[in-house]
């Protein structure tokens, strides 16, 4: 179902043309509307309820309208530039992340995040949205973000992340030579209790499996491109260090800063259903002008 298909955006309003709907033994119109928003467009029940209490669904003959797009200002306040966008519309936002900087404010540094400069692009066009981000990158991994335009997309979206519905694939240069026979790291990550910021593998940690593809073997450096089955925090970064081949420029996990002062990681695509028509998108990130000249020095080197 394509987007077009599915509904049309009027001001505020998603406009939606449910068609001939089979009646319920106990109601009428309004009652098989609510079990086609909820069974065939399958709609966050807890937002049908919440629009249903505020007078947000509406009929008129054939057209079903649901009060999805509410002006809605930012806690984040418009401050730096505005990222690049790698795909937006009504519901969902792609932006890529730099690398520096942090995707939200933890309150330690002054410095613009992604969530600033996202609501820049919203406050340059005179727009009132405040998306949220559905996922984390860590300050030092540059990739795509994805963004959830309004509280439809924000539930379903979250729904996905939860169950392991969005994709994401990353590539890494790491020291040493990757075996092509490295196929999957499946080991758990718990904290290490020496370090604050550091995780470790850990037999009581929680269940991480890391799935790997060796792309070029480099001069004493690999690149890979890996998927993860789970999300835990660094996942990555400790996964490959535990496999004897930390990233590049990943100091906090054994890594060499010689040539890059931060981990050489980078998320290269981003695939989620959309939150209205269930359609497959595929958001593609190229790499940072900076990898390829790392890459190029490490092939001459």
């Not at 949205?129 to 509280?151: C, F, M, Q, W």
């Not at 060499?256 to 931060?262: G, R």
């Amino acid at each position: 179902m394509s987007l077009k298909s599915a509904g049309q955006r009027r001001g505020e309003w998603l406009e939606l043309m449910p068609g001939r709907l089979p009646m319920p033994e106990n109601g009428g119109r309004y009652e098989a509307v609510m079990a086609w928003l909820q069974e065939e467009l399958a709609a966050p029940p807890k937002l049908l309820k919440t629009l249903e209490a505020e007078g947000g669904i509406k009929l008129a003959g054939d057209r079903l309208r649901l009060l999805v797009f509410p002006p809605k200002q930012s806690s984040f306040a418009p401050i730096g530039t505005p990222p690049e966008i790698l795909y937006e519309d009504d519901f969902c936002l792609v932006v890529h992340k730099p690398v520096g900087v942090k995707v939200h404010p933890d309150g330690e540094s002054r410095e613009p995040t992604l969530a600033n400069q996202v609501c820049a692009i919203y406050a340059e066009r005179g727009e009132k949205v405040a998306p949220l981000h559905i996922h984390r990158l860590d300050e030092y991994t540059s990739g795509p973000v994805l963004y959830a335009k309004n509280a439809y997309a924000q539930l379903k979206l979250d729904a996905a992340m939860a169950h392991k519905e969005i994709s994401r694939v990353y590539v890494a240069l790491v020291q040493g030579t990757v075996s092509p026979t490295l196929r999957i790291i499946d080991e758990p990550i718990g904290r290490d209790r020496h370090h604050n910021q550091r995780r470790r593998v850990s037999p009581s940690g929680q269940r991480a499996v890391t799935h790997i593809e060796l792309v070029e073997t480099l001069n004493q450096a690999s690149l890979v491109r890996l998927t993860l089955e789970t999300g835990r925090t660094h996942q990555i970064r400790v996964h490959l260090s535990y496999a004897g081949h930390p990233l590049l420029g990943d100091a906090l996990y054994g890594g060499s800063t010689k040539l890059l002062p931060y981990q050489a990681l980078h998320g290269e695509s981003l695939t989620f259903a959309h939150p209205l028509t269930g359609e497959l998108i595929r958001v593609d990130d190229p790499w940072p002008q900076e990898w390829h000249r790392l890459r190029k020095q490490l092939a001459l080197s």
